[in-house]
């Protein structure tokens, strides 16, 4: 039996499994190999490239990691007072991702300003071609911890970086038969990145471009607070639960609704945004921090360090028919972040994010060929503390709408196509999004004179597996906008100077 849930009768399972399997039986992919050896399955039973999921790889995950088709444990009884059950997988639980890439900024990394350390951790780089290798390392540890409880710990190390706990979650589930067609899979977790536990390729921790080098200037394109959370990006920990209802003719219908708490994990301390955004008292890309006109110190903005608990929401409904699922849905965070991460004193800047998503997505089983649409709109409204005061902006308020439409096309297993358009507008902002960087060339570099995010690109991605384990990628970033920047002038250089090209290299163990 590929599960053992309470309640809930073999044959009936069985059959929930059986439909959601069938459709899941697409694309060869490749996932985390310790996944696959728990359960025997082939990464394309989960995955129709990682980390895009199936049907099935989203009931594996609602399931808490806990599935397996092998025998799941050894008990070992010793009358120490009481019982005591002692959980042994007899598979290996770990996995190894190797991530390496090479990058051409066509006006070179100058253009982006500052120095190299948040990129890679060296000195200051002014050269267009970067090589990274290994540009990132990632030790897992996933799997079933016990029957109803489940694992995925992420702790990567990255150049100049060291280590830290990328998005990371320990779940516990159980599931319950309703009636004939009508499953219900209720969930608690506890993670370090809002959105961790969602089950779509949409939200922010698992949407498109799925991987990118640290060179790149897409990296330095603004986002908003929950965009620029993810994993080892700020020390965050949450707090939730879920619940899946799985019902209808064929168990076609889901609805899925979550709900977290976040809080900072390490205390109080600096974190620059990975959206690249310092203020105008910051003196580089180091966080090396100024004063403004009155003297104050001026810090990062989007520091992560939360102010009070982060709430977060999650509702999706998905339906499925023939060789066809689609999702539409919404997840809002609501979050309060000090203006001075390191000293907190009261001045706080808020952060609201509200999303709607969809996805829609093919799987041909016959013939190896998968096809997923994607849309993800987040509109997120700031307030700042006074301005005058703490100079970390230029306006009371503001708002960021970030926008990003993708397709992804697998064919037989082993090729893949993929491309996007990327559009970020708000309001200008010269003290929150930065300006007056000027680099070697005499160009401002990075940031436009007004301080506008407002950035616009298409993408285009090749993609080859000559094995499950092993995927090797070109993609190609071409910008109409970029921090406010369209066509060059005497101080600033033109979009087309941050089009970018990437080699991409994954393994898997």
């Not at 985390?32 to 359960?39: C, E, G, H, I, K």
């Not at 955004?277 to 966080?287: K, Y």
């Not at 929401?313 to 849905?329: C, F, M, P, T």
């Not at 609201?352 to 993800?376: A, C, E, G, K, P």
Request: charged content about 10%.
């Amino acid at each position: 039996m590929a599960f053992k849930l309470p309640r809930l009768e073999p044959k009936k399972f069985l059959a929930l499994t059986s439909v959601i399997g069938g459709m899941a039986m697409s694309a060869n992919a490749w996932a985390l190999p310790s996944f696959a050896r728990q359960t025997g399955w082939s990464c394309a039973t989960c995955h129709t490239s990682f980390p895009q999921l199936t049907p099935m790889g989203r009931m594996f995950k609602l399931m808490g990691f806990t599935t397996t088709n092998l025998q799941p444990q050894q008990k070992i009884e010793a009358k120490v007072g009481n019982q005591v059950r002692l959980f042994l997988p007899r598979i290996s639980q770990f996995s190894v991702f190797v991530q390496a890439s090479a990058t051409n900024v066509a006006g070179g990394q100058q253009v982006l300003g500052g120095s190299s350390a948040t990129r890679a951790g060296g000195s200051a780089v002014t050269s267009n071609n970067n090589i990274e290798a290994p540009q990132q390392v990632s030790l897992f540890y996933a799997g079933a911890l016990s029957t109803h409880v489940g694992d995925f710990m992420h702790i990567t190390y990255s150049g100049g970086g060291g280590f830290g706990f990328d998005d990371s979650s320990v779940v516990h589930t159980h599931a319950y038969s309703l009636g004939r067609n009508n499953t219900l899979i209720v969930g608690e977790d506890v993670n370090n990145t809002p959105t961790a536990m969602d089950v779509w390729n949409t939200s922010t921790d698992w949407n498109s471009p799925f991987y990118y080098s640290d060179y790149t200037a897409y990296g330095s394109v603004p986002t908003s607070f929950i965009g620029s959370s993810p994993g080892a990006a700020f020390p965050l920990i949450g707090v939730g639960a879920y619940v899946a209802d799985i019902f209808g003719a064929n168990r076609a219908n889901w609805l899925y609704f979550d709900a977290d708490v976040y809080h900072n994990s390490e205390g109080i301390g600096t974190a620059p945004n990975s959206g690249g955004a310092f203020n105008a008292g910051g003196t580089n890309a180091d966080n090396v921090p100024g004063t403004n006109a009155t003297g104050n110190p001026v810090y990062y903005v989007n520091s992560g360090q939360l102010a009070s608990d982060a709430p977060y929401i999650r509702l999706a409904y998905q339906h499925d028919w023939s060789k066809w699922n689609w999702e539409v849905g919404t997840y809002d965070m609501w979050s309060r972040v000090y203006v001075n991460p390191t000293a907190p004193a009261g001045a706080v800047n808020q952060f609201d994010d509200y999303d709607l998503d969809s996805q829609l997505q093919y799987l041909n089983i016959n013939t190896n060929n998968n096809l997923t649409l994607r849309v993800n709109d987040i509109y997120e409204t700031q307030k700042f503390a006074d301005p005058t005061l703490y100079g970390d902006s230029s306006v009371s308020s503001g708002h960021l709408n970030t926008l990003n439409l993708s397709a992804t096309y697998w064919w037989h297993d082993e090729y893949a196509a993929q491309g996007g358009f990327q559009s970020t507008t708000g309001t200008a902002n010269a003290l929150y999004w930065g300006t007056g960087a000027t680099s070697a060339n005499g160009h401002t570099a990075l940031w436009s004179s007004n301080g506008s995010p407002n950035s616009t690109d298409e993408w285009v991605e090749a993609s080859y597996l000559p094995w499950w384990n092993m995927r090797f990628s070109v993609r190609y970033t071409m910008f109409n906008k970029f921090r406010g920047l369209t066509g060059a002038t005497a101080a600033t250089p033109s979009a087309s100077k941050f089009n970018t090209v990437e080699l991409l290299a994954w393994f898997s163990y």
